[in-house]
């Protein structure tokens, strides 16, 4: 069973920084592509980087240059490390696992972030 818990989350200035966790387990990495979603208030759900396995990210062009993906399987966890962080990152971050990389989701809990001026 797939399970996803995130952490990290808090409130920051404008151009801080955060480090997201989420720690993963019931999959085959070389079999999922994992995703990190950002919710902002009253907007949908939106992908903004994914990877599969050791590949190559593929970032949201509103946060490349400023977020990285990161995976370190001996600890079994995700991370996304936030820099830069604008007013318009504020939301609920959420790590996804998709299991055979066809669309179906699994998420976690997630977790908020607030980027104030």
């Known amino acids: 069973q797939v399970q996803l818990v995130e952490s990290g989350g808090g409130s920051v200035q404008s151009g801080g920084s955060l480090r997201l966790s989420c720690e993963v387990s019931?999959?085959?990495?070389?079999?999922?592509?994992l995703y990190w979603f950002h919710q902002a208030p009253g907007q949908e759900r939106q992908a903004i980087v994914g990877?599969?396995?050791?590949?190559?990210?593929t970032y949201r062009d509103s946060v490349k240059g400023r977020f990285t993906i990161s995976l370190d399987v001996a600890k079994n966890t995700l991370f996304l490390q936030m820099n830069s962080l604008k007013i318009e990152d504020t939301g609920m971050y959420y790590c996804?696992?998709?299991?055979?990389?066809?669309?179906?989701?699994?998420w976690g809990q997630g977790t908020r972030v607030t980027v104030s001026s």
């Open positions: 996804a696992a998709d299991r055979g990389c066809d669309g179906k989701n699994q």
């Open positions: 019931g999959f085959t990495y070389s079999e999922t592509c």
């Open positions: 990877i599969l396995y050791n590949g190559k990210p």
